[in-house]
């Protein structure tokens, strides 16, 4: 089981989903943890029981109100319970007791280029490397909802640069698109993750993060776009 840390202040819910949907067509167990103050996650999703806590939806297994990497333990002993396994857990927080290095095999920065984000970022990212202070940590990167303005790459990195992380290369940038904030929108009232529709550039980083995060070899990842391109 691999478990991917996105850490940041901005909204990841989509890639989160998106990523997992990708892998369900794997034939991979994915879990989907909200470890997050705010909690979007509950919102954003028609659960058949608002009130649960842990829920399976379009082949997704979705976790919210978890408070501690424990929590993490018994939605994971709850899938193995079903006679699953749980092949993935991709996990999204902002909570301290959540930003421990030693707790994930990946870490993931996304941000936005809005300044409160950037600054949201700087104050997680020093949480999660001060539990490690005498190393520098890697760490992957992803601009959500990137557009062209004077707040480019180079700066948001300039913003970071006091952090010790080495950032792998190159980062994922996602440009902001009408249509696929579109199909999201639609998904979230339908409860079923669309894949087919969303624009080229978002489905390049989402094949390019199955190769270089998940690391699925290109056979699966060919297959896993055949599923893709059919379903609806």
């Not at 557009?147 to 980062?171: D, F, G, K, L, Q």
């Not at 087919?196 to 896993?224: C, H």
Request: charged content about 25%; overall charge neutral; hydrophobic content about 40%.
């Amino acid at each position: 089981m691999k478990c991917i840390l996105f850490v940041g202040t901005c909204n990841k819910e989509n890639i989160l989903l998106d990523t997992g949907k990708l892998l369900t067509y794997a034939e991979k167990n994915v879990l989907i943890i909200d470890a997050t103050f705010r909690q979007r996650l509950t919102r954003l999703l028609p659960f058949s029981d608002p009130k649960a806590f842990f829920h399976q939806m379009d082949g997704l297994y979705i976790g919210t109100a978890v408070t501690s990497p424990e929590g993490v333990s018994h939605y994971v002993e709850r899938i193995q319970q079903e006679g699953a396994a749980c092949d993935f857990v991709l996990l999204q927080s902002d909570m301290p007791v959540f930003l421990d290095p030693s707790l994930y095999d990946h870490l993931v920065g996304v941000t936005k280029q809005e300044r409160d984000m950037i600054i949201g970022n700087i104050e997680l990212l020093r949480v999660l490397t001060s539990h490690h202070s005498k190393r520098v940590l890697t760490m992957h990167h992803i601009i959500a909802d990137y557009t062209s303005c004077s707040i480019e790459e180079n700066y948001i990195r300039h913003a970071y640069s006091e952090i010790p992380i080495v950032w792998e290369e190159p980062s994922w940038i996602i440009p902001f698109d009408e249509v696929d904030y579109g199909i999201h929108v639609d998904s979230q009232f339908r409860g079923k993750v669309s894949i087919r529709g969303l624009s080229k550039p978002y489905q390049k980083v989402l094949y390019d993060l199955l190769a270089r995060l998940i690391e699925l070899d290109k056979q699966t990842i060919k297959l896993i776009r055949k599923f893709a391109k059919r379903r609806v």
